[in-house]
T-cell receptor, first 117, second 112 residues
């Protein structure tokens, strides 16, 4: 298993450009998440999904869009990039709860470092 | 009030000492609590989870939960330089929510 794969690892955008950060997992996990992490800060939840076709906003969804057409893929779209979106973006997934299992362990990708100039 | 709050540090402890990391949360119905460790430039990794009031021990790590005080902590005994990292507290709300909200993290520096 490759786990959670994010692409690209690094990207520089100009203000106003758009791009999509790709995230794929091969663990058949229902739940997928997008977080951003600014320097010296914790993780802020952007969007999450509990399964194909279902997405929900997190703490900081403005300026982003997501889709979940398959269990495996959860791309994050940035429209009209702004300098405030300069950050490291982490995609994560976790399995559904099992019987008596309340695990919240997230499996993280390696991150995508985005700079908007 | 932030949903999950941590002291950003840095927390500096000598090698062999006990490091104590603290976290408070605002959602009273939160059910699940996690500590993640993040080395610089790396992804977070889960080190402890706790769901019931009291202590949970795993090797040198002990997580403590007090739901009445909305407080969760992580103790690291016999701290090693390799424990130097940012420790992130994460909270999953109660009920049907699947949000996992992180604190800002505490930077721990273990001095040899």
């Amino acid at each position: 298993n490759a786990g959670v794969t994010q692409t690209p690892k690094f990207r520089i955008l100009k203000i106003g450009q758009s791009m999509t950060l790709q995230c794929a997992q091969d663990m058949n996990h229902n739940y997928m998440y997008w977080y951003r992490q600014d320097p010296g800060m914790g993780l802020k939840l952007i969007y999450y999904s509990v399964g194909a076709g279902i997405t929900d906003k997190g703490e900081v969804p403005n300026g982003y869009n997501v889709s979940r057409s398959t269990t495996e893929d959860f791309p994050l779209r940035l429209e009209l990039a702004a300098p405030s979106q300069t950050s490291v973006y982490f995609c994560a997934s976790r399995p559904p709860h099992g019987r008596g299992d309340n695990t919240g362990e997230l499996f993280f990708g390696e991150g995508s470092r985005l700079t908007v100039l | 009030q932030k949903e999950v709050e941590q002291n950003s540090g840095p927390l500096s402890v000598p090698e062999g000492a006990i490091a104590s990391l603290n976290c408070t949360y605002s959602d009273r119905v939160s059910q699940s609590f996690f500590w993640y460790r993040q080395y610089s430039g790396k992804s977070p990794e889960l080190i402890m989870s706790i769901y019931s009031n009291g202590d949970k021990e795993d090797g040198r790590f002990t997580a403590q939960l007090n739901k009445a005080s909305q407080y969760v902590s992580l103790l690291i005994r016999d701290s090693q330089p390799s424990d130097s990292a940012t420790y992130l507290c994460a909270v999953k709300g109660g009920g049907a929510t699947n949000k996992l909200i992180f604190g800002t993290g505490t930077l721990l520096a273990v001095q040899p």
